[in-house]
C-alpha cells in the first residue's frame, strides 16, 4: 500500500515485484544504510525466485516493470525543441518551445527524478503542464511528482476516472490505484483539445475507446510530430485493456484516424519503442487486422480460448511483434476477448 506519510510513491501490487519495489521505496525516504538495503533486497529476491516468477512465470506487467526500472534514460530530438525520452515507462515527449516545457506522459514514479533531471538537461525550461496520453501507471507515474511541484495535468476525461478507483488489466496481472490527489487531471475534456506551447500548437483527440477509454492522440504542428501513446508499440505487441473499455476493433479505428491525419514526413512517437514512420504505424495497423480477421474465423469455427491459442494465429507475426513484454498467447487471449464481448466475431 501507498506510505501517505512518507514520499508519495505510487505503489503498483503484484506478487514479488511489489515486494522488492516497496522495500526499496520505504528505504529510500528513511536512508537506512546500505548494508540494510542490500539485506531486504537479498531476502526479497529470494523470495521472488521461490515463488517461480522469474522467466517464464513472470506476469505480463512483472515482465514489463522489469524493463521499465532497468532500461537506460535516452534522449532524442524528433523535430526543433520537441524530444522523446524512452526508457522510463512509456515513452516521454517533451516540447520545449517559449519559456516553459510541456510534457506528454510521465513515466514510471520510480525514476521520475531521472527523468526531471534529463527533461532540465535537454530542455532549460521549467515544466508546466503534463499531458497524460491513458492512466496507465508507466504513463502516469510521474504525476505525483509534477503535480505536487504545480504542473497543470491534462487528459480525457475517462483518464481522472481510472485513477481514482482500483483498477485490474485481464490477462496482464496488473493491479493499480488509486491515485493521490496530486497525480490526478486538473484540466479535462471529452472529445477534442486544443492548446498551445509556444510556437507549436497541439490538437488533442480521442477517438473512443481503443488501448482504453480514455486515450489521447496530440498532433504538434508544425513540428509535425503525432505522439499516440499505447495504440502503438514499436513493435510489441499491445496490450488491450478490456476493463478499461479497450478494444481490438476500437484501436483499428484509431489508427485508422492517425493514418488519416498523418503523411510520409509526420514523426510517429509510439507509446513504447522507436520513433517511426507513417509506413510503421501502417504495418502495424494492417497486422492487427490480419491477426483479428483470423481470430474472428476461429470463432466462427466454434473454437475456445484456449484452441484459439492453441492454433496460432500470430505464428508468422512473432519474429517482428513477439518479442516484448505482451506474448503472442496472452495478445490472442486479448482479441478473442474483445471480438467475443463485442458481438463483432461472426460479422
Given at each position: 500500500?501507498?506510505?501517505?506519510?512518507?514520499?508519495p510513491?505510487i505503489?503498483?501490487?503484484?506478487?514479488?515485484?511489489?515486494?522488492?519495489?516497496?522495500?526499496?521505496?520505504q528505504?529510500?525516504?528513511?536512508?537506512?544504510?546500505?548494508?540494510?538495503?542490500?539485506?531486504?533486497?537479498?531476502?526479497?529476491?529470494?523470495t521472488?525466485r521461490?515463488a517461480?516468477q522469474?522467466?517464464?512465470?513472470?506476469?505480463?506487467?512483472?515482465k514489463?516493470?522489469?524493463?521499465?526500472?532497468?532500461?537506460?534514460m535516452?534522449?532524442?530530438?524528433?523535430?526543433?525543441?520537441?524530444?522523446?525520452?524512452?526508457?522510463?515507462?512509456?515513452n516521454?515527449?517533451?516540447?520545449?518551445?517559449?519559456?516553459?516545457?510541456?510534457?506528454?506522459?510521465?513515466g514510471m514514479?520510480?525514476?521520475?527524478?531521472?527523468?526531471?533531471?534529463?527533461?532540465?538537461k535537454?530542455?532549460?525550461?521549467?515544466?508546466t503542464?503534463?499531458?497524460?496520453?491513458?492512466?496507465?501507471?508507466?504513463?502516469?507515474g510521474?504525476?505525483?511528482?509534477?503535480?505536487?511541484?504545480?504542473?497543470?495535468?491534462?487528459a480525457?476525461?475517462n483518464?481522472?476516472?481510472?485513477?481514482?478507483s482500483?483498477?485490474?488489466?485481464?490477462?496482464?496481472?496488473?493491479?493499480?490505484g488509486?491515485?493521490?490527489?496530486?497525480?490526478l487531471p486538473?484540466?479535462?475534456?471529452s472529445?477534442?483539445?486544443?492548446?498551445?506551447q509556444?510556437s507549436?500548437?497541439?490538437?488533442?483527440?480521442?477517438?473512443?475507446?481503443?488501448?482504453?477509454?480514455?486515450?489521447?492522440?496530440?498532433?504538434?504542428?508544425p513540428a509535425?510530430?503525432?505522439v499516440?501513446?499505447?495504440?502503438?508499440?514499436?513493435?510489441?505487441?499491445?496490450?488491450?485493456?478490456?476493463?478499461?473499455?479497450?478494444?481490438?476493433?476500437?484501436?483499428?479505428?484509431?489508427?485508422?484516424?492517425?493514418?488519416?491525419?498523418?503523411?510520409?514526413?509526420?514523426?510517429?512517437?509510439?507509446?513504447?519503442?522507436?520513433?517511426?514512420?507513417?509506413?510503421?504505424?501502417?504495418?502495424?495497423?494492417?497486422?492487427?487486422?490480419?491477426?483479428r480477421?483470423?481470430?474472428?474465423a476461429?470463432?466462427s469455427a466454434?473454437k475456445?480460448?484456449?484452441?484459439?491459442?492453441?492454433?496460432?494465429?500470430?505464428?508468422?507475426?512473432?519474429?517482428?511483434?513477439?518479442?516484448?513484454?505482451?506474448?503472442?498467447?496472452?495478445?490472442?487471449?486479448?482479441?478473442?476477448t474483445s471480438l467475443l464481448?463485442?458481438?463483432?466475431?461472426?460479422?
Amino acid at each position: 500500500m501507498r506510505n501517505m506519510n512518507s514520499q508519495p510513491w505510487i505503489q503498483l501490487r503484484f506478487d514479488g515485484a511489489t515486494q522488492w519495489k516497496h522495500a526499496v521505496q520505504q528505504i529510500r525516504p528513511s536512508l537506512v544504510s546500505i548494508q540494510t538495503l542490500l539485506l531486504v533486497l537479498f531476502v526479497t529476491a529470494a523470495t521472488w525466485r521461490g515463488a517461480g516468477q522469474v522467466a517464464t512465470g513472470e506476469t505480463v506487467i512483472q515482465k514489463a516493470t522489469e524493463e521499465f526500472e532497468n532500461s537506460p534514460m535516452k534522449t532524442t530530438s524528433v523535430g526543433k525543441s520537441v524530444f522523446m525520452l524512452s526508457g522510463d515507462g512509456g515513452n516521454i515527449t517533451a516540447i520545449a518551445d517559449g519559456g516553459s516545457t510541456l510534457l506528454i506522459d510521465s513515466g514510471m514514479d520510480s525514476r521520475v527524478t531521472e527523468l526531471s533531471d534529463a527533461i532540465a538537461k535537454a530542455t532549460m525550461r521549467p515544466v508546466t503542464r503534463l499531458v497524460n496520453t491513458h492512466w496507465h501507471f508507466d504513463h502516469t507515474g510521474g504525476n505525483v511528482y509534477f503535480g505536487a511541484a504545480g504542473v497543470t495535468i491534462i487528459a480525457h476525461e475517462n483518464v481522472k476516472k481510472r485513477l481514482t478507483s482500483v483498477q485490474d488489466v485481464p490477462f496482464t496481472g496488473m493491479h493499480d490505484g488509486h491515485y493521490p490527489p496530486q497525480a490526478l487531471p486538473t484540466l479535462t475534456y471529452s472529445n477534442s483539445m486544443t492548446l498551445s506551447q509556444g510556437s507549436q500548437q497541439l490538437a488533442l483527440f480521442n477517438y473512443g475507446p481503443a488501448h482504453t477509454d480514455g486515450d489521447t492522440i496530440i498532433y504538434i504542428a508544425p513540428a509535425n510530430v503525432a505522439v499516440v501513446g499505447d495504440i502503438f508499440s514499436n513493435h510489441n505487441y499491445p496490450i488491450i485493456d478490456l476493463a478499461s473499455g479497450g478494444s481490438i476493433d476500437g484501436m483499428i479505428h484509431s489508427l485508422d484516424q492517425v493514418l488519416a491525419q498523418t503523411d510520409e514526413q509526420t514523426k510517429i512517437v509510439p507509446g513504447h519503442g522507436l520513433v517511426a514512420t507513417r509506413a510503421d504505424l501502417q504495418d502495424y495497423r494492417d497486422m492487427l487486422v490480419q491477426v483479428r480477421q483470423r481470430i474472428k474465423a476461429l470463432i466462427s469455427a466454434g473454437k475456445a480460448i484456449d484452441e484459439a491459442v492453441a492454433a496460432a494465429p500470430t505464428k508468422d507475426f512473432d519474429a517482428k511483434w513477439g518479442s516484448g513484454y505482451v506474448p503472442p498467447d496472452v495478445f490472442t487471449k486479448m482479441v478473442f476477448t474483445s471480438l467475443l464481448h463485442s458481438g463483432n466475431a461472426s460479422q
